[in-house]
């Protein structure tokens, strides 16, 4: 998603534009295997590029779908609490969000919160009426058609094993379909996702001690059998290295509950969801939505988090570094790009560009 993003927002600059993807087609990481939401900008610390990316990306992203005819849903979502300490950290979260410039939150009572949705217990709820769903296969096609209809590329099945950014062009030693091919440019931007940090350790001409370790964490996800009673997205208060098993809803209006955060020992971790993770789920969905019975979710799908922390908080930030921080022309590294990094993706872009510019050193 942020690495078409971007090569569509260089191409429109007039540059010339390939990219470089490791699968044999688009979206087959973390861009395929996430909740499909888009944020409001709540979570993250006020000042952070997390935040700020966020809710600027927000705007543009709607826009971008409405002008594109990408499928969209504002459904809004409820953040809720189940006990006295939460209503503590979900106020915070009210406070956060402000200050990031989400205006349009509004506090629940317990009992407006079930006018909204009959089925939910919780002690309060903090209401977030742009927070919605797209289509991210459909947005990243649209990436894709603005990248190729002026000329871009995408040359699948190519990994990038090396980057010499010590020369001038700058050169990146890649295999294709087992062909070995050597590519130079002038500019190189490493969006490479779950690989993104060994590439930026394998880039020749960076400063190791300015780059992060890459902390990977798995995320399940369960799907309801059967017809959801919630109309809005379901969250609970944040946990340690994530937002939290929610109640996600697809465009359809199908129900799926995830992720949760499972320790992985690296990008190449199963992609299989252990039914037996499913006890967990019913403990944590049963806190808001005592309703749910037994026997009503089935193992769905699971992704891993390109994490660069070592506690794997949900407030690391993102980072972007450019010839600024690492002193290359011509470069842009974006690493531990997790979520909000669907809803960020064309102001990410945006920040790419503006780091690339002659005065950003």
């Known amino acids: 998603m942020v690495g078409l993003a971007c090569a569509a927002a260089l191409a429109k600059t007039g540059r010339e534009v390939l990219v470089l993807e490791r699968n044999k087609s688009i979206g087959e990481e973390v861009s395929s295997r996430n909740s499909e939401v888009i944020h409001a900008g709540i979570y993250y610390p006020p000042g952070s590029l997390k935040a700020e990316v966020c809710v600027r990306g927000k705007h543009k992203l709607y826009r971008y779908c409405e002008e594109r005819e990408i499928a969209t849903h504002r459904v809004g979502k409820l953040i809720v609490a189940t006990s006295e300490d939460e209503l503590e950290t979900v106020e915070r979260l009210r406070r956060r969000g402000l200050e990031n410039g989400v205006n349009d939150l509004q506090w629940l009572s317990s009992k407006q919160a079930r006018t909204l949705e009959p089925e939910l217990e919780c002690l309060g709820a903090l209401h977030s009426p742009s927070t919605g769903v797209v289509d991210s296969h459909g947005l990243m096609l649209g990436l894709q058609a603005d990248l190729e209809v002026i000329g871009g590329q ?52 960076l400063k190791s001690e300015i780059l992060p370790e890459a902390k990977f964490s798995k995320g399940n996800y369960f799907r309801l059998n059967g017809k959801t009673p919630f109309s809005r997205l379901i969250y609970p208060a944040p946990v340690p290295g994530g937002l939290g098993i929610h109640l996600a809803l697809d465009l359809s209006g199908n129900a799926r509950f995830g992720p949760d955060v499972e320790k992985a020992s690296g990008a190449q971790e199963s992609l299989e969801v252990d039914p037996s993770r499913a006890e967990d789920f019913y403990r944590s969905i049963r806190r808001y939505w005592p309703g749910l019975k037994s026997g009503m979710l089935s193992p769905d799908y699971a992704g891993i988090r390109p994490k660069i922390s070592d506690s794997g908080s949900a407030q690391t930030d993102f980072k972007i570094l450019g010839p600024r921080d690492h002193g290359v022309p011509g470069m842009v590294q974006c690493l531990g790009i997790e979520s909000p990094g669907l809803t960020s993706c064309l102001a990410i872009a945006d920040e790419v560009i503006k780091r690339l510019m002659p005065d950003a050193i």
């Not at 040359?155 to 130079?184: M, W, Y």
């Open 154 to 205: 995408i040359c699948f099945l190519s990994s990038v094993h090396l980057i010499r950014a010590d020369q001038s062009p700058i050169a990146l030693e890649v295999s294709n379909q087992g062909k070995a091919l050597r590519i130079t440019a002038n500019e190189v931007i490493n969006s490479g996702g779950l690989g993104a940090v060994d590439l930026a350790h394998h880039t020749f001409g």
